[in-house]
């Protein structure tokens, strides 16, 4: 696999040619690439998914060669003097965090960490290891998580609203209560993930790992589970509307006493779900 993302990011760097510090760079993306691809792996996932999930939060080549020093600088402007390609390497990385939103939590160690009762509104904790980490009751409205360890972590009675998790980690996460209004879970594993109570509505589950999750007795209005996987994910007395499942393998879920609009249920019953015991509403 190390081979293959090798492969990858020179397809990535080609258009830009070899520039003086191309083989530090991409050492430096190489490992961490390798790092992520790695995580996901223990997380479950196959050597597709967790390959296809890597690349996939690798961004925007052209972000990061903004910042490096790879062509013929202008004539007026002043080298910094004495400053190694290491030191030019380190401050570049640095600079491309920021310019990616990366705040003060984004690439932190916090697990176990308490945060509950916090504005953490906005906040970035893309790439941190936040693994049993306390949110409750906490505003993280139009919070990030993009490739973030969040096993484990609680989110009881917290503002979720217009947060996304993009390629994270949510292994027995707990979102009881929570608002997650408009909240993104993307590409996300959810297993054993528990949503009592909470708040869904335009809610984006699209390709996250769902298995064993019970959204039973729940409100789902405007919720999205295209491409994601319900293996044993159970919808027991749980009223739908304009619930989207495309391009989703919805015969092993559980829709017992389910109500659901019209829609909604032609999509599930083209789809092969068990539907016997649903409503139509």
């Known amino acids: 696999m190390e081979e293959k993302l090798r492969q990858f990011l020179d397809k990535a760097f080609a258009p830009y040619g070899n520039f003086p510090s191309r083989?530090?760079?991409?050492?430096?993306?190489?490992?961490?690439?390798?790092?992520?691809?790695?995580d996901l792996k223990a997380q479950g996932m196959s050597d597709d998914e967790a390959y296809q999930t890597t690349v996939d939060s690798f961004g925007d080549v052209g972000e990061i060669m903004e910042q490096l020093p790879h062509g013929e600088k202008k004539q007026e402007a002043k080298p910094e003097p004495e400053l190694s390609l290491r030191k030019t390497l380190k401050k570049t990385f640095k600079?491309?965090?920021?310019?990616?939103?990366?705040?003060?939590?984004?690439?932190?160690?916090?697990?176990?960490?308490?945060?509950?009762?916090?504005?953490?509104?906005?906040?970035?904790?893309?790439?941190?290891?936040?693994?049993?980490?306390?949110?409750?009751?906490?505003?993280?409205?139009?919070?990030?998580?993009?490739?973030?360890?969040?096993?484990?972590?609680s989110f009881v009675s917290a503002n979720l609203s217009s947060a996304t998790f993009s390629a994270s980690a949510?292994?027995?996460?707990?979102?009881?209560?929570?608002?997650?209004?408009?909240?993104?879970?993307?590409?996300?594993?959810?297993?054993?993930?528990?949503?009592?109570?909470a708040t869904l509505k335009n809610t984006n589950f699209r390709r996250s790992d769902l298995g064993g999750v019970s959204f039973d007795n729940q409100e789902l209005d405007g919720v999205i589970f295209d491409g994601?996987?319900?293996?044993?994910?159970?919808?027991?007395?749980?009223?739908f509307r304009d619930v989207s499942f495309h391009h989703t393998e919805v015969k092993h879920a559980i829709f017992d006493g389910t109500k659901m609009d019209k829609i909604t249920y032609a999509l599930l019953k083209g789809n092969g779900a068990a539907l016997d015991n649903a409503k139509i509403i």
């Open 95 to 153: 600079q491309a965090k920021a310019m990616m939103g990366i705040s003060r939590f984004g690439a932190v160690a916090l697990k176990q960490a308490d945060l509950s009762d916090s504005n953490l509104a906005g906040e970035n904790f893309s790439y941190s290891a936040l693994a049993e980490t306390v949110f409750d009751r906490s505003d993280l409205s139009k919070a990030t998580f993009s490739a973030a360890a969040l096993n484990g972590a």
């Open 228 to 239: 994601a996987g319900l293996k044993k994910t159970s919808f027991k007395n749980a009223t």
């Open 170 to 197: 949510l292994q027995t996460a707990n979102f009881n209560g929570a608002d997650l209004t408009e909240t993104k879970f993307q590409a996300s594993a959810l297993k054993d993930t528990t949503f009592d109570g």
């Open 23 to 38: 083989t530090d760079v991409t050492k430096e993306l190489l490992a961490n690439l390798l790092e992520k691809y790695q």
